[in-house]
């Protein structure tokens, strides 16, 4: 995290803290109080009255690696969290989504570009994320039209040499999945 984001945070504009189980104080299906214990090894909320337990769950977040000229493709984001930094172009996967699918559709509304999938390429554990935490799929993908043109949560997208990335990647699992192109090799 960094100082603007948690400048955002401490001025009340932030998002509901994720170990505050996501602000779940009444039951959603008899409107009770619920109670925090361990369940399951794990501290719940949970309702006595009816056993509802609320199960803090990941969500489901997928992109695409495209390398060019062995040059990587990155935007830098104009929202928080992470405003002004840079990360691999990804977003979360939408209820009716296939993480494909979503992938797909994240290039295209933050870079302009027209993407196929041809790999999958590594599955991350977002964790930094001030609004939830992640399970983050990335594909290798290849560009087949489009214009690189920023939009969505973007305003800007460049490609990158390996030696030459921004040192302000939003994410730690974009820095780590960055890290591990370089460790297999796959950025000669």
Not at 18 to 39: F, S, T
Request: hydrophobic share 40%; aromatic share 10%.
């Amino acid at each position: 995290m960094n100082d603007n984001d948690l400048k955002y945070l401490i001025s009340g504009k932030g998002f509901i803290k994720l170990n505050d189980h996501n602000g779940y104080q009444w039951c959603p299906r008899c409107k009770e109080k619920l109670v925090i214990a361990e369940i399951e090894d794990t501290i719940r909320p949970h309702c006595k009255s009816c056993g509802f337990v609320f199960y803090q769950n990941p969500t489901p977040a997928a992109g695409a690696v495209i390398v060019q000229d062995k040059k990587l493709l990155l935007v830098r984001r104009s929202i928080q969290p992470g405003l002004g930094d840079w990360c691999i172009p990804a977003g979360f996967v939408e209820w009716t989504e296939h993480p494909q699918q979503a992938a797909i559709r994240e290039l295209k509304e933050e870079t302009g570009l027209d993407i196929s999938i041809t790999s999958i390429y590594d599955i991350f554990m977002g964790m930094d994320d001030p609004r939830t935490h992640a399970v983050l799929i990335l594909y290798h993908a290849d560009v087949i039209g489009g214009k690189l043109i920023p939009g969505d949560d973007a305003d800007d997208a460049q490609y990158f040499a390996f030696d030459s990335i921004p040192g302000n990647i939003a994410f730690q699992a974009h820095r780590d999945a960055i890290a591990l192109y370089c460790k297999r090799g796959l950025n000669k």
